[in-house]
């Protein structure tokens, strides 16, 4: 579990005593006492079991995928999938890729309804761009949504990851977008259930189409 549930289901638990014993009754306690089990429920943190194979890009967080469309960016066409986190997915978020993080940019913003495709653009957001291992980049933002109203990321540039590894979370409905390469084969689809670290996202099949790119990387390199 996530050390935030504890604050949260501990500090509802001993509202809920108080109460109890300047009332006399577990009546006035029964709130506080789900909402407790609530937040304790929510900030579960599954162990799961990481695909091993070369070149597999993970999924990022939980959720449902609302969105795989190819876009254009300043470095060129990309994939961008989007995964939507309900109130009941589990929140804690995880490498897609082993990797270095390249760079992290932490935008202040609105909280628009994370369904809505203006909120990757207008709403509080922390991408994180990651080389990763195989040769080739990838960036994936965490979107704050209605309710969520914290992005908790707990990386820095220079860091080196592991393929789903824990990388923060969001807390509440929240949406998480990952950018890959154009060329990258897309194993899901719009509407398929996902699990942070566990499930395959998209596969880099030809490694030699990323050896570009992996070579201006290790030039740039001290």
Not at 16 to 25: N, Q
Not at 156 to 168: F, I, T, Y
Request: hydrophobic share 45%.
């Amino acid at each position: 579990m996530v050390r935030d549930g504890y604050f949260y289901g501990l500090a509802l638990i001993a509202v809920a005593v108080v109460l109890w014993l300047l009332l006399g009754s577990w009546g006035w306690a029964v709130v506080p006492l789900l909402l407790a089990v609530f937040f304790l429920w929510f900030f579960r943190d599954p162990e799961r079991p990481i695909p091993q194979d070369s070149g597999l890009i993970v999924s990022p967080a939980d959720g449902k995928v609302t969105e795989v469309a190819r876009i254009a960016t300043p470095e060129g066409d990309r994939i961008r999938i989007s995964i939507f986190l309900s109130v009941f997915d589990v929140h804690v978020n995880r490498s897609p890729v082993a990797g270095t993080i390249r760079d992290v940019r932490y935008t202040k913003g609105k909280y628009l309804n994370a369904m809505n495709p203006a909120c990757s653009e207008v709403n509080e957001r922390n991408l994180a761009m990651v080389d990763a291992a195989d040769g080739y980049p990838i960036a994936f933002t965490q979107i704050a949504g209605l309710l969520a109203r914290r992005i908790v990321f707990n990386k820095r540039p220079g860091d080196r990851l592991a393929r789903g590894e824990r990388v923060g979370l969001i807390k509440f409905g929240s949406r998480t977008d990952l950018v890959i390469p154009s060329e990258a084969e897309v194993l899901v689809k719009v509407g398929d259930r996902v699990r942070g670290g566990a499930s395959v996202l998209a596969r880099m099949s030809a490694p030699a189409r990323t050896s570009e790119y992996a070579a201006a990387v290790a030039e740039t390199r001290p």
